[in-house]
Nanobody, 118 residues
């Protein structure tokens, strides 16, 4: 089994910053892509950012220039640094990892709430 544990969400004022972390643990042989999705109330889950093992990155247009994804492969951990936060960034943020155990599968964290409000 594989577990993803997220941390770092919370309440922040517009213009503020937060850093999310997500650590994968368990019977992991290899991790390919790791990243973050978010889901706001009444909306579909959307990709925020992801990062394959080659170090390339992909961002949603709405967060480019404000959010930065990074990974520590030795710790099986992915981070999301979020700056210049806006009320429309309010959502539950989920991390995921594409993991090889006995086969390749996507695993998800439990979600962490990010609320941007004055």
């Amino acid at each position: 089994q594989v577990q993803l544990v997220e941390s770092g969400g919370g309440l922040v004022q517009p213009g503020g910053s937060l850093r999310l972390s997500c650590e994968a643990s368990g019977s992991i042989f290899r991790i390919n892509s790791m990243g973050w999705y978010r889901q706001a109330p009444g909306k579909q889950r959307e990709l925020v950012a992801n990062m394959p093992t080659d170090g390339s990155t992909r961002y949603a247009d709405s967060v480019k220039g404000r959010f930065t994804i990074s990974r520590d492969n030795a710790k099986n951990t992915v981070y999301l640094q979020m700056n210049s936060l806006r009320p429309e960034d309010t959502a539950v943020y989920y991390c995921y990892a594409y993991v090889l155990t006995s086969r390749w599968s996507n695993y998800w964290g439990q979600g962490t709430q990010v609320t941007v409000s004055s």
